[in-house]
T-cell receptor, first 107, second 112 residues
Framework: DTGVSQDPRHKITKRGQNVTFRCDPISEHNRLYWYRQTLGQGPEFLTYFQNEAQLEKSRLLSDRFSAERPKGSFSTLEIQRTEQGDSAMYLC?????FGPGTRLTVL | AQSVSQHNHHVILSEAASLELGCNYSYGGTVNLFWYVQYPGQHLQLLLKYFSGDPLVKGIKGFEAEFIKSKFSFNLRKPSVQWSDTAEYFCAVILYGQNFVFGPGTRLSVLP
């Protein structure tokens, strides 16, 4: 148990639909990161928060992606108008500890 | 841009063999260094980390890593691997105040 939970663990959706993932750290941490991992690759940085402020966004994060951390605790990642290329594991990390990820499959 | 390279894509060893996985990074400033392991179907687990001090870092499950600043390297070692060490291993670097950059990973297969 890394102290980071993610929900849902698996999500299957049709192309064009919107999806939202949630990350819940068990305890208070300043930094929260979102990463994406595809099969056989290392995690790729998407965005990170210092408390509730979103400080950096990767160019991988297109306009269809949005992330929030409204109270500096949990965070959500929303993908609008999903595409098949969005299929991946979406990982949340707090400091150096990673959650179990949400596996997204876009049909 | 900062990058992390891992020398081997796939390493195959027999049980009890010694392991060394290479990791090099491109940034010349102050970095924090990590090794993560990902067992099949499981999430990333932190094996060990280096922030400062003794460049030889000991982690969980008998792993250790050595930070050699002059070589921009942070190689992972284990004197005797077990079948249960079969997994994907990722080296990662973080600059102060910034995000993790991961290497592409090395798949380790340990034959019983």
């Amino acid at each position: 148990d890394t102290g980071v939970s993610q929900d849902p663990r698996h999500k299957i959706t049709k192309r064009g639909q919107n999806v939202t993932f949630r990350c819940d750290p068990i305890s208070e941490h300043n930094r929260l990161y979102w990463y994406r991992q595809t099969l056989g690759q290392g995690p790729e940085f998407l965005t990170y928060f210092q408390n509730e402020a979103q400080l950096e966004k990767s160019r991988l994060l297109s306009d269809r992606f949005s992330a929030e951390r409204p109270k500096g605790s949990f965070s959500t990642l929303e993908i609008q108008r999903t595409e098949q290329g969005d299929s991946a594991m979406y990982l949340c990390a707090v400091e150096q500890f990673f959650g179990p990820g949400t596996r997204l499959t876009v049909l | 841009a900062q990058s992390v390279s891992q020398h081997n894509h796939h390493v195959i060893l027999s049980e009890a063999a010694s392991l060394e996985l290479g990791c090099n990074y491109s940034y010349g400033g102050t970095v924090n260094l990590f090794w993560y392991v990902q067992y099949p179907g499981q999430h990333l687990q932190l094996l060990l980390k280096y922030f400062s001090g003794d460049p030889l870092v000991k982690g969980i499950k008998g792993f250790e890593a050595e930070f050699i600043k002059s070589k921009f390297s942070f190689n992972l070692r284990k004197p005797s691997v077990q079948w249960s060490d079969t997994a994907e291993y990722f080296c990662a670097v973080i600059l102060y105040g910034q995000n993790f950059v991961f290497g592409p990973g090395t798949r380790l297969s340990v034959l019983p």
